[in-house]
Every structure is written in structure tokens, then in C-alpha cells.
């Protein structure tokens, strides 16, 4: 099983480039990854993306508040899980909901599937064409999306660099017990 996470400034890599073992990723999701903490670009990329697909995908509060940031809405409630929506939605938490969504969903298909992941593997594309793949083996195998979302961010933090332009992520899989 494939998807993709490709960086959503930069040209998406020639086809070439990152060989995929099947036809076409499960899931091709657009994301950038940052080199700078503070940084809220992509937020304004999203400007323009309905409210209910925002929250689907980052969740009610994180998507709410990015909805609430491109609209300039100011909570006028004084309640705390509001409060943060005056707070600028920055890069890292987009690229690490994006990420949590992509674990989810690959999670679900493996459900789907009665399947469970043994391992993952990262390929990264940097700008310079250069890639760099990360193996990171269950210590069970598991459907569970936090599960696979802790071995991609333990995977991603051995790279050598987090400004790349594609991350691919294979999961091998193994059938259920029974």
C-alpha cells in the first residue's frame, strides 16, 4: 500500500523520480513541510477550502481555527477551546494533521482489508532530486492509525532533512489472525 505526501510550492517530482510499486498511491495529499517552525504559508493556501473538508481532515478544533484564521472571524465567546483560534495556524501543525489524517485513512484501508502494517518505509525527494528512504519496523503489527503516525514521525526525525519535496510512505502489510 502507497500514498503520498508532496510538498504543495515546489513541482511535484518527475515520474521517474520516486518508482511506485503499484500504478497510483492510495492517497496523494499535498502538504508542505517546513523548514521553520512559526511559519503560516500554507494556511493561506487553504483559504479557499470549505469548513466541513477542513475539519474532516484536521479535525473540528484545528480545522475550525484555520477556517476562522483565512476568514479573519475573531471568537467573540470567551471560551477557552475558541481562544486559540486568534492564534495563527502554524506550518508544522497543518503538516502534522496531514499526516495524522493520512495514518488514519491508511489505517481504515488496512481495516478495510483485514490487513495489519509490519513495517513502513519513507522515501524522501529533496529539491536538489537527491532521495533519502527511512525503514521503520512495527514492534506489532497494527491497524491502528496513532501507531503508524508515531513510527512516520520516528521515521521522518532520522532524515537528514525535513525541507523535502515528496514523502512516499509503503506500508508492508500481512494479512489478520484469525
Not at 521553520?36 to 494556511?43: F, H, Q, T, V, Y
Not at 465567546?77 to 496531514?98: F, H
Not at 513502513?120 to 525503514?135: D, I, K
Request: aromatic share 4%; proline share 8%.
Amino acid at each position: 500500500m502507497q500514498a503520498c505526501l508532496e510538498h504543495s510550492t515546489l513541482p511535484p517530482p518527475e515520474s521517474t523520480s520516486l518508482p511506485l510499486v503499484e500504478p497510483t498511491p492510495a492517497w496523494t495529499i499535498r502538504v508542505a513541510r517546513p523548514s521553520s517552525p512559526g511559519r503560516n504559508e500554507l494556511a493561506q493556501e487553504l483559504r479557499d477550502v470549505p469548513k466541513a473538508a477542513l475539519r474532516r481532515v484536521f479535525g473540528k478544533l484545528l480545522g475550525t481555527r484555520l477556517w476562522q484564521q483565512n476568514r479573519s472571524v475573531v471568537p467573540s465567546s470567551g471560551n477557552p477551546k475558541t481562544l486559540n483560534a486568534a492564534t495563527p495556524v502554524s506550518d508544522v501543525e497543518i503538516s502534522g494533521g496531514m499526516l495524522r489524517y493520512l495514518c488514519a485513512e491508511a489505517a481504515a484501508t488496512l481495516r478495510e482489508r483485514d490487513r495489519l502494517a509490519k513495517s513502513l518505509s519513507l522515501t524522501v525527494q529533496y529539491p536538489n532530486g537527491e532521495s533519502e528512504t527511512a525503514h521503520q519496523l512495527l514492534l506489532q503489527s497494527t491497524n491502528d492509525p496513532r501507531s503508524l503516525e508515531s513510527a512516520a514521525r520516528a521515521a521522518i526525525r532520522g532524515m537528514r532533512s525535513d525541507a523535502f519535496v515528496a514523502l512516499k510512505l509503503d506500508l508492508t502489510a500481512t494479512a489478520t489472525q484469525a
